[in-house]
């Protein structure tokens, strides 16, 4: 899971993309980046950490342009901590592109093969994205015929690249002298929207991974990219779109609305809100099921992403609601921290336990997911020392058992808490008096109650079904062996001003 966002507009657009990355960063923590285009120039700058560590008013003024595109990186594949593969990347030929790519190739070590032995391009870093730029790079070369693009060729090319990638990806692309480009897999497993804002200079455009990215910043949202679809937004301003796979079917990921989404977000149809708001519905059936009346004295989210789903089973059940529990806003996701160390040691310094609200009581504790198990033992513990009498947990999603191999960083089987083990097993694990887990047709039925136009989800780390159709034993064994052999040193920015030629502009 990363966040991207790409602007064209009539004034310069590096503060949009500053901003907009600021309403991205919990999509990932890790490093950030920004490639502004500016008359015969790419100008980028990307490090690792938050936005507003990242960038500083000199590398502001280095990236001047009315185009330009941003990222911030989550790790799925190659190191957590390497600066050479912090996104955008660039390629000079053919045009000049620089890519930001969300999601994960389940079939980058063939293409990376074919790339160096066939097309005769190499890939200088462990990242599929450097794969997937490269790809289109090549694609738009034979598109174009060795000269001058349009909209058609470059439809062309995305088309041929959908026919070679496999996996999860949502794709925003600078072409220099262009424009910007932006698709998604046939699949639709990562999110992408498309907004505008009139000015008096005429439209500007932004597409991104979340509508709260436009929002904030004062574009309204024109709609969803479709799987598979392809939209070009010339520097001029005019856009085009085109469909550009042979089957599309959205299968948008779920756990987009159980947890990686913000809840003010709209995606694909459906306010991320509102699905966990039916989360908490439905697996208040389940704790109904479980528990007599008076069992439970109290209910309480795990801040933020659980609350709807907690306030909403509350309700249903007429049992009490608090906020036992504090966050401090200032440590990150711990979810998507690298190193187990690192997620169990935040735990206690982004949450606190109100011994007011525990001392006593039984206590519901509700979380979106159960993935590692590291967090809930933590929370539990934290409640037991707060003074709580029994200590019940709830998760808003089915045990996770399966790795995700589309851009989340789901650890491997070994690691996740629910692999092998029965739910009491799991409750055991992590301390808790008694464990009830949604559904999963319950957790799909939440969100197709939103949108019913969605029939299919990608469930795979719940499921083990994976849409793709390529993912088999022995690919998840080459995976969690790559996560064991991934470097860990960290490096510091990267400046840098890329000339290219104007090619027939």
């Given at each position: 899971m990363c966040g991207i966002v790409g602007v064209v507009s009539h004034a310069p657009v590096n503060q949009l993309l500053y901003d907009s990355l600021l309403l991205l960063q919990h999509r990932g923590q890790d490093a950030a980046g920004i490639a502004t285009a500016n008359g015969n120039n790419f100008n980028m700058y990307k490090a690792g950490g938050l936005v507003r560590d990242v960038f500083r008013t000199r590398n502001m003024r280095s990236l001047p342009g009315n185009a330009g595109i941003g990222h911030v990186r989550y790790p799925t594949a190659g190191s957590s901590a390497s600066l050479e593969e912090a996104q955008p990347f660039y390629v000079n030929a053919p045009f000049g592109l620089t890519l930001a790519h969300n999601g994960n190739l389940t079939n980058s070590e063939s293409l990376r093969d074919e790339l160096f032995r066939i097309d005769r391009r190499h890939i200088n870093t462990s990242s599929d994205s450097e794969v997937l730029l490269n790809v289109l790079a090549h694609e738009l070369q034979l598109a174009s015929n060795g000269g001058s693009l349009d909209e058609a060729a470059i439809f062309r090319a995305v088309s041929a690249l959908h026919r070679r990638v496999k996996g999860g990806y949502a794709v925003v692309a600078q072409i220099a002298g262009y424009g910007i480009l932006a698709f998604r897999d046939p699949f639709g497993i990562r999110p992408l929207c498309l907004?505008?804002?009139?000015?008096?200079?005429?439209?500007?455009?932004?597409?991104?991974?979340?509508?709260?990215?436009?929002?904030?910043?004062?574009?309204?949202?024109?709609?969803?990219?479709?799987?598979?679809?392809?939209?070009?937004?010339?520097?001029?301003?005019?856009?085009?779109?085109?469909?550009?796979?042979?089957?599309?079917?959205?299968?948008?990921?779920?756990?987009?609305?159980?947890?990686?989404?913000?809840?003010?977000?709209?995606?694909?149809?459906?306010?991320?809100?509102?699905?966990?708001?039916?989360?908490?519905?439905?697996?208040?059936?389940?704790?109904?099921?479980?528990?007599?009346?008076?069992?439970?004295?109290?209910?309480?989210?795990?801040?933020?992403?659980?609350?709807?789903?907690?306030?909403?089973?509350?309700?249903?059940?007429?049992?009490?609601?608090?906020?036992?529990?504090?966050?401090?806003?200032?440590?990150?996701?711990?979810?998507?921290?690298?190193?187990?160390?690192?997620?169990?040691k935040s735990v206690r310094q982004k949450l606190n336990a109100m011994g007011v609200e525990f001392k006593g009581k039984n206590v519901l504790i509700v979380d979106d997911s159960i993935v590692r198990g590291t967090t809930s033992r933590e929370i539990v513990d934290m409640a037991r020392e707060a003074g709580a009498n029994k200590v019940y947990f709830a998760s808003a999603a089915p045990p996770v058992r399966f790795p995700n191999v589309y851009g989340i960083d789901m650890p491997t089987r070994s690691e996740l808490i629910a692999y092998g083990r029965s739910d009491e097993e799991?409750?055991?694990?992590?301390?808790?008096?008694?464990?009830?887990?949604?559904?999963?047709?319950?957790?799909?039925?939440?969100?197709?109650?939103?949108?019913?136009?969605?029939?299919?989800?990608?469930?795979?780390?719940?499921?083990?079904?994976?849409?793709?159709?390529?993912?088999?034993?022995?690919?998840?064994?080459?995976?969690?062996?790559?996560?064991?052999?991934?470097?860990?040193?960290?490096?510091?920015?990267?400046?840098?001003?890329?000339?290219?030629?104007a090619n027939d502009v």
């Open positions: 907004g505008s804002a009139e000015t008096e200079s005429g439209t500007e455009w932004m597409v991104t991974s979340e509508s709260v990215a436009l929002e904030g910043l004062g574009f309204k949202l024109s709609r969803d990219v479709l799987p598979g679809e392809a939209v070009f937004i010339s520097l001029d301003g005019d856009l085009a779109a085109a469909q550009c796979a042979d089957n599309p079917i959205l299968s948008p990921c779920i756990f987009e609305y159980v947890y990686m989404a913000r809840p003010d977000s709209l995606m694909d149809g459906v306010s991320v809100y509102d699905a966990r708001l039916r989360m908490g519905e439905y697996l208040a059936a389940k704790v109904a099921e479980r528990f007599a009346p008076g069992d439970i004295d109290v209910v309480m989210p795990i801040p933020d992403s659980s609350r709807p789903a907690a306030m909403q089973l509350a309700s249903r059940l007429n049992i009490d609601y608090r906020e036992g529990f504090i966050k401090n806003r200032y440590v990150g996701r711990t979810f998507i921290m690298p190193g187990q160390a690192v997620r169990k799991i409750a055991r694990q992590i301390g808790a008096d008694a464990l009830v887990y949604q559904d999963i047709e319950a957790m799909k039925q939440a969100v197709r109650d939103v949108n019913p136009a969605i029939t299919q989800f990608d469930a795979s780390c719940f499921d083990g079904h994976y849409i793709t159709g390529d993912i088999t034993p022995e690919y998840l064994d080459r995976t969690e062996r790559r996560r064991g052999e991934e470097g860990t040193e960290r490096q510091g920015g990267l400046q840098v001003n890329l000339g290219y030629a």
